[in-house]
């Protein structure tokens, strides 16, 4: 499982570079907020409290700094008495306080609430936070805050270790959900075979190669990854329900068991590898993302595509062959018993059920449908592409979500605490700006800094504040910067080291950050991106002294870029997936007409899901970005698969309507089944407690639903009409080819010859 700064950015990137070896390892810490709030936080029973905590905290491992109204209190009143001790006085701790405000306000924001801020490493890995963010609230309950009191611990790092946890322990019971949920339409709909629960574990020892493949191949689990088993669960199981259909109806005809599987796998075989091939054409668009997570989603998703297909083709057809036979051994060894003398014919013995009504209701419900359809092309296909285009149309007006708050759960306890910090303090998103230099304390470099800060909190408005290290040399030199390097070198010396290192690296790097509140929420994703660009050229005009080079990073251009990749690129990810699926199916087929069928009607479920994301209401998301990439891997094979058998309907010499009709009926119920089987497998998402997750389910779902009724009612139109378009064309082209045969054979030229 992995939630670091890789699965958002290339590591081969300037902005991870810049982000990660410059801000994060050099400047940046990430700091866990004890909040104390009740009374008064300024009497001396809290205040000592709050520093049997601080002295608790700096002995965990990985805490590199504590900051806290006790500790700032206990320095000032050593400078004046020379006891490092709280003092008992009310009134000397509020003079120390009106004393040194400046440095306490941040720590003690009002009267009833005061922060203490435990700081780890920009890089720390995941489990030093999690060992230093429960150390820190053992610290807290072993404090002894008066009673009255409460003691909350928050902040970024307390968030994202909650958020991780809730997601990962949510997904074993979603899988539950949809294994159960599944059992179900395996009941209702796939009633026509025998064992009609076996499609299930054969898929889930597809998922179990996929887990052991992952391990061997390094392949991690992430934010985005995990909702791939639901997928490939619906995925798979359609593999395993198309060879199960197939052996059936071969076993149904009278067929031997190894007679059954050899038309099984030459028939269903091919165009399930096919079918598999095509739907990982459509999830290889993933690769087009510059989002790692996005990337190794895609990976995750061909793997478990290729390992659900061997374990249907390989150990699905084998258990039935094995079943079967097993079946006729028992039939015969019973009817041996009871002396009977007549031979047993293979379809009386196989113990298979008879046809169901209703699934002959259901072959002549899709019939009719698919009747419907090629009788009515051009009225079907003029509504289905006018729904297409408006939905492409409506699609360019759906917002995207960008603040990861409201990807969980509203009622998580770690949201609310880091929601109630944040109401107190208010917000902490910042412009981090890095600047290289060859002096660090260059008197030059530091007005440059100061008036640039000074400028951008004056002139752009949603920069509230600018910290560096010029304004503690300013503070430390009667309000003004040294006129030389050995001056400010001086005061660098006497500054704590804790305090000088966030700001100043060596000889060569400075940092100067920008305070935007909670820009996210006020200005949006594009508002941070368009402030971004407003200070990177205000540095063009307000050009550094030469030789010093500036870079903006941090958390917020970092976010702000990693979102916009995952939504913005989802136009070009589909647009890929539509040009491989249609030159793979090319390749393979190398005939056009089963080339572009396909194609056409997945496009056309592509603009039918931009209107369902406008009309329910539903946000873009790092998930349902992916979206086209999936409907073309999921909705292509049902087409792939009812083209497969159209064809060999029509190599018996039937016409089209008729061959399309067959096929409707014969491998319909197959691909109903299938289908609900994975939009229920998917429906699974929708439980889940974070709003990413369900969202993303709720809109596949749909979309799910509506590939099965474009492989029944668009695909058919297309398909017909392009095939009676051929033929008529080779009808003309055979008879005027007859007719210049018979022009030429009689000419005068020719019996003068």
Not at 15 to 24: A, E, G, R, S, T
Not at 342 to 357: G, L, R, T, V, Y
Not at 698 to 720: E, K, M
Request: aromatic content about 8%.
């Amino acid at each position: 499982m992995t939630s670091g700064t890789e699965t958002f950015v290339e590591k081969t990137s300037k902005l991870y570079q810049d982000y990660d070896h410059l801000y994060l390892r050099i400047f940046a810490t990430e700091s866990i907020a004890v909040l104390v709030e009740g009374g008064d936080v300024t009497t001396p029973e809290v205040l000592k409290a709050i520093d049997r905590l601080h002295q608790q905290v700096n002995t965990i491992p990985g805490v590199v700094g504590t900051a806290s109204a006790a500790m700032v209190i206990k320095d000032t009143n050593y400078q004046m008495t020379g006891q490092h001790i709280i003092p008992d006085s009310q009134g000397e701790i509020q003079s120390i306080i009106a004393n040194r405000s400046s440095d306490i306000g941040m720590l003690i924001p009002d009267d009833t609430h005061t922060i203490i801020w435990v700081e780890m490493a920009g890089y720390s890995t995941d489990n030093e936070k999690i060992e230093i963010l429960r150390e820190t609230e053992k610290a807290a309950e072993h404090s002894n805050f008066p009673p009255s009191y409460g003691v909350i611990v928050t902040g970024d790092p307390a968030f994202m270790i909650a958020m991780n946890n809730e997601m990962t322990t949510s997904m074993v019971p979603l899988l539950m959900i949809s294994a159960v949920l599944m059992i179900v339409v395996l009941y209702l709909v796939f009633r026509h075979v025998r064992w009609k629960l076996l499609p299930l574990p054969i898929v889930l020892l597809g998922i179990i190669f996929t887990f052991g493949a992952m391990g061997y191949l390094r392949i991690p689990l992430s934010m985005v990854s995990m909702s791939a088993f639901p997928i490939l669960i619906g995925l798979g199981i359609d593999y395993a329900i198309q060879f199960h259909n197939r052996i059936e109806e071969e076993l149904e005809r009278g067929e031997d068991e190894a007679q059954a599987v050899i038309e099984t796998i030459k028939h269903t075989g091919p165009a399930v590898l096919i079918a598999v091939t095509i739907t990982g054409l459509g999830f290889f668009s993933l690769f087009t993302s510059s989002v790692p997570m996005i990337q190794d989603f895609g990976k995750l998703l061909l793997l478990g595509i290729i390992m659900c297909f061997l374990s249907s083709l390989f150990v699905g057809v084998t258990v039935i062959y094995g079943l079967d036979n097993l079946i006729k051994k028992k039939n015969n060894k019973n009817n041996q018993i009871k002396g009977s003398n007549n031979a047993i014919k293979p379809e009386q013995n196989s113990s298979i059920p008879s046809p169901d009504p209703k699934d002959s209701k259901i072959e002549l419900f899709l019939k009719k449908i698919t009747t419907l359809s090629v009788n009515h092309p051009i009225l079907v296909l003029g509504i289905a592409g006018l729904l297409c285009f408006s939905g492409l149309y409506a699609d360019s007006f759906v917002p995207i979500q960008t603040d990861v708050k409201n990807f969980v759960p509203q009622d998580m306890p770690a949201l609310i605490d880091l929601t109630h910090l944040g109401d107190i303090i208010g917000g902490t998103d910042a412009l981090n700006i890095i600047v290289k230099v060859d002096d660090s304390a260059d008197p030059e470099v530091l007005r440059w800094i100061d008036e640039f800060s000074e400028h951008e909190v004056e002139r752009r408005a949603n920069i509230y504040d600018a910290s560096s290290i010029v304004p503690i040399i300013k503070s430390m030199n009667g309000g003004t910067i040294p006129d030389n390097s050995a001056d400010i070198e001086r005061l660098y010396q006497q500054i704590p080291a804790m305090r000088k290192d966030r700001y100043v690296h060596g000889k060569n790097m400075l940092l100067m950050d920008f305070g935007i509140g909670n820009a996210m929420n006020d200005i949006g994703l594009k508002g941070v991106s368009e402030l971004t660009d407003v200070v990177r050229e205000d540095i063009a005009w307000m050009s550094p002294p030469p030789g010093v080079e500036v870079t903006i990073t941090g958390n917020s251009v970092v976010f702000t870029t990693v979102i916009w990749s995952l939504t913005s690129g989802r136009v070009t990810m589909t647009l890929t997936g539509l040009i491989l699926v249609f030159f793979g199916l090319l390749v393979i087929y190398r005939d056009w007409v089963k080339a572009v069928t396909p194609v056409i009607t997945m496009f056309m479920v592509i603009g039918w899901a931009g209107g369902i994301m406008y009309i329910t209401g539903i946000d873009y998301t790092p998930m349902t970005a992916t979206l086209g990439a999936l409907i073309l891997g999921v909705g292509s094979e049902y087409a792939i698969l009812m083209m497969e058998r159209y064809y060999e309907e029509r190599d018996k010499g039937v016409s089209p309507v008729e061959a399309m009709e067959a096929a409707s009926a014969k491998i319909g119920k197959a691909i109903v089944a299938s289908g609900l089987t994975t939009l229920f497998g998917f429906s699974a998402l929708i439980a889940s407690p974070f709003s990413m997750n369900s969202n993303f389910g709720l809109v596949t779902v749909l979309d799910v639903a509506l590939a099965l009724l474009a492989t029944f009612i668009v695909f058919p139109a297309v398909l017909v009409k392009l095939d009676e378009w051929r033929e008529r064309r080779k009808v003309l082209h055979v008879g005027s080819a007859r007719h210049r045969d018979r022009f030429i054979f009689n000419s005068p030229d020719v019996d003068a010859q």
